[in-house]
Antibody, heavy 122, light 107 residues
Framework: QVQLVQSGAEVRKPGATVKVSCKTS????????LHWLRQAPGQGLEWMGW????????SYAQKFQGRLTVTKDTSITTVYMELSSLTSDDTALYYC???????????????WGQGTLVTVSS | DIVLTQSPGTLSLFPGERAALSCRAS???????LAWYQQRPGQAPRLLIY???IRATGIPDRFSGSGSGTDFTLTISRLEPEDFAVYYC?????????FGGGTKLEI
């Protein structure tokens, strides 16, 4: 069965960097885009970016350009999300999610990780 | 970016009733690439519908999606107790993926 298992909760000070991992299993890693999303406490969902595991190509939401880095390690079917210059506004639950679409532009999220809470506090 | 506006913000109904949740886009969603998710408290979102009207694997047939262009609807034909949750729509008609603000379905 498809599984996405994320790393544990993190606490960072303002200005720091956080890196979250997402270990995938149960399907062919290179067949599907992987996305990162977040949800601030009591708020809605926000898309951050994706990576194509096959090629390493990436796309980031404009809001995160310059401080978001998404990478992958195909040998261990894991993707990573690194966010720098953290502020209290970055306190949120961060999710990785698999893209279930079959064509470019048809992007939706069919399997999700359990979420990783990142808290930014001085 | 395409802005998705969901209404109502909160919908109060009883088990057995029919629910209709609206998602309106600020511009036409290309190829009707519109998805719906359910999120229960403390859980990750769950995909219900994609491409506006296709039910995801394992989703009960009381859930249905309809609409095209800028107006989309998620209908739950007969509410079960486990359906009371928050529902989000999401579009991928443009490169920047966006979500609606959510509709809370409560008893």
């Amino acid at each position: 069965q498809v599984q996405l298992v994320q790393s544990g909760a993190e606490v960072r000070k303002p200005g720091a960097t956080v890196k979250v991992s997402c270990k995938t299993s149960g399907y062919i890693f290179t067949n599907n885009y992987l996305h990162w999303l977040r949800q601030a406490p009591g708020q809605g969902l926000e898309w951050m970016g994706w990576i194509i595991p096959n090629t390493g190509a990436i796309s980031y939401a404009q809001k995160f350009q310059g401080r978001l880095t998404v990478t992958k390690d195909t040998s261990i079917t894991t993707v990573y999300m690194e966010l720098s210059s953290l502020t209290s506004d970055d306190t949120a639950l961060y999710y990785c999610a698999r893209d279930g679409g079959k064509t470019r532009g048809e992007e939706f999220f069919d399997f999700w990780g359990q979420g990783t809470l990142v808290t930014v506090s001085s | 970016d395409i802005v998705l506006t969901q209404s109502p913000g909160t919908l109060s109904l009883f088990p057995g009733e029919r629910a209709a949740l609206s998602c309106r886009a600020s511009q036409s969603v290309r190829n009707n690439y519109l998805a719906w998710y359910q999120q229960r408290p403390g859980q990750a979102p769950r995909l219900l519908i994609y491409d506006a009207s296709i039910r995801a694997t394992g989703i009960p047939d009381r859930f249905s999606g309809s609409g095209s262009g800028t107006d989309f609807t998620l209908t739950i034909s007969r509410l079960e107790p486990e359906d009371f949750a928050v529902y989000y729509c999401q579009q991928s008609g443009t490169a920047s993926l966006t979500f609606g603000g959510g509709t809370k379905l409560e008893i």
